[in-house]
């Protein structure tokens, strides 16, 4: 840990800039079908060298953000209807945000995780199961953060970006690892405990109470929870009404997953017997329904097959 702290007070003074991509945010007027959308204000890249720590829950060497500046994070996705929501609701403001995925998810879902790569957000980790790595001995947790990223790789096919939230934030024990891989941590400044909350309603008052009194911050939502999925428009809406401006966070290098740990993952797409390769679409279709009042056949692949009338 001192090590850690050393190496990071090193390069705390170059850590974090304003990437060349500042400009390129939606300015007001420039999102499509809303004049009112949040956009980018800036885009950080973030030098990962080290594995600094963020987010000051527990980490409180870098606070890069200025007052009224937030940052999106979503957990434990990617998950059917609620990961698709919030991607619709971000792109309705022509905003970013971090996601840190759960690697079973990941493999079980890839098609929604291309999704969020493609929209342009940022994709890092959060283990492979999600297990309490200040729970796990020795080698279990290295599985745990490896194979977690390694199936965020195959899932997305592209490598991911080397951003780390511990699952429960409890990170004793793994930080040096983190920081010798040069893997940043990601805790947060602000938790909208939407994992509890039932409504749309209670997500938005627990953030925007919580916002009103820190002023700015990296809050964390879960993508997962359905009700973080309903609140997201609302919350994105009541955020450019208050004049809060939305900050992008991205890597300077990507992650280089290790080999070893990329075939545990593949091992595991075999048991599961679908690939990431093959969407769901893909694997199941729909061959027979009810007839829909439509006369003419149905064309392509599916024509070959008979359908029920
Ligand atoms: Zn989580």
Redesign the pocket.
């Known amino acids: 840990m001192f090590l850690r702290t050393a190496i990071a007070a090193l390069f705390a003074a170059c850590l974090v800039q304003a990437g060349p991509a500042q400009a390129q945010g939606a300015q007001a007027g420039q999102c499509p079908g809303n004049p009112n959308a949040l956009g980018i204000a800036r885009t950080v890249e973030i030098d990962t060298t080290g594995g600094p720590g963020f987010g000051f829950e527990q980490y409180k060497m870098h606070d890069f953000l200025l007052m009224k500046e937030v940052v999106f994070t979503f ?2 996705g990617p998950w059917p209807n609620n990961t698709r929501a919030v991607l619709a609701a971000l792109a309705a403001h022509c905003t970013k945000a971090t996601f ?1 995925p ?1 690697g079973k998810h990941a493999l079980w879902h890839p098609e929604i995780l291309k999704e969020v790569g493609a929209a342009g957000h940022t994709i890092g980790g ?1 283990t492979w199961s ?1 297990a309490n790595l200040a729970k796990l001995k020795g080698d279990k947790a290295t599985e745990e953060i490896e194979k977690g990223f390694s199936a965020v790789k195959i899932a997305l096919g592209a490598p991911p970006t080397p951003f780390f ?1 511990f ?2 934030l409890q990170d004793k024990g793994n930080l040096e690892y983190l920081g010798a891989r040069n893997i940043a941590v990601f805790s947060h400044d602000l938790d909208s405990f939407d994992f509890k909350a039932r409504t749309a309603d209670t997500v938005m008052s627990t953030v925007m109470t919580k916002l009103e009194r820190k002023g700015k911050g990296i809050i964390l939502l ?1 993508d997962f929870q359905q009700a973080t999925a309903a609140a997201m428009p609302g919350l994105l809406n009541e955020l450019k009404a208050k004049g809060y401006k939305v900050v992008h966070m991205k890597a300077k290098a990507p992650l280089a997953t290790l080999a070893q740990w990329d075939d545990a993952a593949k091992k595991e797409i075999k048991s599961a017997g679908v690939g990431p390769d093959r969407p769901t679409s893909s694997v199941v279709r729909t061959v027979e329904e009810p007839a829909a009042p439509q006369p003419t056949a149905a064309k392509g692949p599916a024509a070959a097959v008979p359908v029920k009338k």
């Open positions: 957990d434990d840190f759960i959060h999600h939230r699952p429960f879960h």
